[in-house]
């Protein structure tokens, strides 16, 4: 079965601290992608990452960097010296192919605050 | 910039009414996407399409309906409006067919039935 958890609901964080989003997810394909979205307050998704199940490399962008881990189905993201435009709700995805396309199934989203 | 437009950001609609949400996206995507978003349940796929005319169930259909005359713009029917329906509804799109592609998202629609 496709599923992905991410167990933190919200989080708060004063700024300028560093903050880590958990997601853990369970898949039978042996090759997959894994994303992550923000949902700033105005509501809509924005794409921030895409990683290949081949590539188990950290990604750093910035203040962003993502830790992927196959032997424990974990996709974890971390912001560091975290600012107030971060606060947000983040998703992690996993797509898999049925029916003609590829659906995607979506974590329940943390909620980031970030305090001044 | 590539887009996805949704027509309306807020609706207030009363129940047994029929409700239209439409969906435009300028990418010229093959794949179009309807979500519903709940506080503690994420984001759930209600329908979704792959080609002009096609549409598949996704996880929640009951009490929806979707059309896709043209590639470019996808609706959402519900055809008796119920309070259960109140809700943030999404719209995303992507394309071809291949697990890395990217869903563009629309701004959402909030609707609040009465």
């Known amino acids: 079965a496709q599923k992905v958890t991410q167990a933190q609901t919200e989080i708060s964080v004063v700024e300028k601290e560093d903050v880590t989003l958990d997601c853990v997810y369970e898949?039978?394909?042996?090759?997959?992608?894994l994303f992550w979205y923000k949902q700033p307050p105005s509501g809509e998704l924005v794409f921030l990452i895409r990683?290949?199940?081949?590539?188990?490399q950290n990604e750093i962008s910035g203040r962003y960097s993502w830790n992927f881990q196959k032997s424990t189905s974990s996709f974890n993201f971390t912001i560091t010296a975290s600012q107030v435009v971060d606060s947000a709700v983040y998703f992690c995805?996993?797509?898999?192919?049925?029916?003609?396309?590829?659906?995607?199934?979506f974590g329940t989203g943390t909620r980031l605050k970030v305090l001044a | 910039d590539v887009k996805v437009t949704q027509s309306s950001r807020y609706l207030v609609k009363r129940t047994g009414e029929k409700v239209f949400l439409e969906c435009v996206q300028d990418?010229?995507?093959?794949?179009m996407f309807w979500y519903r978003q709940d506080p503690g349940l994420g984001l759930r796929l209600i329908y979704f399409?792959?080609?002009?005319?096609?549409?598949e169930k996704g996880d929640i259909p009951e009490g929806y309906s979707v059309s896709r005359e043209k590639k470019e713009r996808f609706s959402l029917i519900l055809e008796s409006a119920s309070t259960n329906q109140t809700s943030m509804y999404l719209c995303?799109?992507?394309?071809?067919?291949?697990?890395?592609?990217?869903?563009?998202f629309g701004a959402g629609s909030r609707l609040t039935v009465l």
């Open positions: 995303a799109s992507s394309s071809g067919v291949f697990g890395a592609n990217v869903l563009t």
């Open positions: 898949t039978r394909d042996t090759t997959y992608y």
């Open positions: 990683r290949n199940s081949f590539d188990e």
């Open positions: 995805a996993l797509p898999f192919f049925t029916s003609g396309t590829y659906k995607y199934i």
């Open positions: 990418m010229d995507h093959e794949n």
């Open positions: 399409s792959y080609d002009v005319k096609m549409k």
